[in-house]
């Protein structure tokens, strides 16, 4: 994870994402492999922010990314519903041979880079395998929403990106919709009461307005079929 940095997100009583600190926000697509399961990350254009904008958190904005108010007129309930543990209170543990997978299901975004194979689940049973190993730390690491964290064991180093505080947002075109902020590089969100998350170097913030588990993304853009209208 990079080092701790001046970049914040400061989320406003049932309205946007208040972000401050530059942070560069690119589009985020996810494609898939040749058997259809979500494989790699491809960044697209960037959207010109400055130094302080606000993003759209109900998702009715009509200047998608960014909050045009709507959320005053629509009556937009963003009540914070998350847990405010540490992911690693949150998480179970998957012991494989050398690694141990975090599992925080509340978490998950539904983005699917899990699935390969024979989904991470099964395939961490089987880690000391040829290419299985390099399969299990591909899908842990491109989740985007840090549902998952692979640590090697027994040093308990976690596998992670090197990413720059930066926010993806996300497409994804497998399933003709557009998907949460995919925040990167520690970025510090704080709740609407002034307290904070865990900062960790990936995360996903629901921006589709429908998620069960805000401030989080719990895959229900993909149902509500949530377009932004940014990913061509
Ligand atoms: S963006 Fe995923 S639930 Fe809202």
Redesign the pocket.
Known sequence: MSETNSAKIVIAPNGPYLVSGALPVTLETIVPNDTGNSWEWQTGRAIEAGERYALCRC?ASDKKPFCDGTHARNGFDGTETASRAPFAEQAVSIDGPGMVLQDADALC??ARFCDAGDTIWKSIERADEAGVRELVIREATHCPSGRLVLRDAPSGTAYEPDFAPSIGL?EDPAKNC????YVRGGVAVYSADGSTYEARNRV????????S?KPF??????E?A?VDGLGG
Do not use: E, I, Q, Y
Request: with cysteine.
């Open positions: 998702g975004g539904f996300v557009s998907g949460p902020l996903t913030l629901c921006r589709c307005g429908k998620s588990n993304c719990d895959g229900s853009h993909v509500a949530f």
